[in-house]
T-cell receptor, first 114, second 113 residues
């Protein structure tokens, strides 16, 4: 079975440009998560969707970040405008909603903003 | 909010030696606990999880972890490590009622010949 699929795997962009990261969760999963990983802060939850509805976006850094889930099989994380401090690995993950269920991670999108 | 502390940022060890990676969590309620592994340039993969029942949990690749409620710990162990175990290991706690995970900062396990 295909796992969580993220694109692009690597992106280098200039400061001020718009960045869109994409995610296809595992088929049938109804929870989707966006995490950011940096050396300084480790793994941080940015936003959590359940049944395509954002449940908790308290981790979204600021208004430059936005996330959407238009349907059960697709989500985007957008940064506009991007800044060098946004450089990080962005992980999408999915699961069946429910306590103790395993969360499955994608391979990550490695973003560098220069 | 719950938090997870991984006391060691790096653990160097020789091949075939035993290893313990330490994890402590803060919570006043029942929790679910997880260990994930991240190999270089890859995503996170579940090693094992504790939900209830036996406090000794066995996972993949010969790893096991012991839940200790009184010490709020969930240490990961392996009796004999391989070079291929070189990776970063993350302890995580599930936030009550949310199904989301709060992660520790990670422990880099470095296995040398």
């Amino acid at each position: 079975d295909a796992g969580v699929i993220q694109s692009p795997r690597h992106e280098v962009t200039e400061m001020g440009q718009e960045v869109t990261l994409r995610c296809k969760p595992i088929s049938g999963h109804n929870s989707l998560f966006w995490y950011r990983q940096t050396m300084m802060r480790g793994l941080e939850l940015l936003i959590y969707f359940n049944n395509n509805v954002p449940i908790d976006d308290s981790g979204m850094p600021e208004d430059r970040f936005s996330a959407k889930m238009p349907n059960a099989s697709f989500s985007t994380l957008k940064i506009q405008p991007s800044e060098p401090r946004d450089s990080a690995v962005y992980f999408c993950a999915s699961s069946f909603a429910g306590p103790g269920n395993t969360i499955y991670f994608g391979e990550g999108s490695w973003l560098t903003v220069v | 909010a719950q938090s997870v502390t991984q006391l060691d940022s790096q653990v160097p060890v020789f091949e075939e030696a035993p290893v313990e990676l330490r994890c402590n969590y803060s919570s006043s309620v029942s929790v679910y606990l997880f260990w994930y592994v991240q190999y270089p340039n890859q995503g996170l993969q579940l090693l094992l999880k504790y939900l209830s029942g036996s406090t000794l949990v066995k996972g993949i690749n010969g790893f096991e972890a012991e839940f200790n409620k009184s010490q709020t710990s969930f240490h990961l162990r392996k009796p004999s490590v391989h070079i291929s175990d070189t990776a970063e290991y993350f302890c995580a706690v599930e936030d009550s009622g949310y199904s989301t995970l709060t992660f520790g900062k990670g422990t880099m396990l470095l296995v040398s010949p």
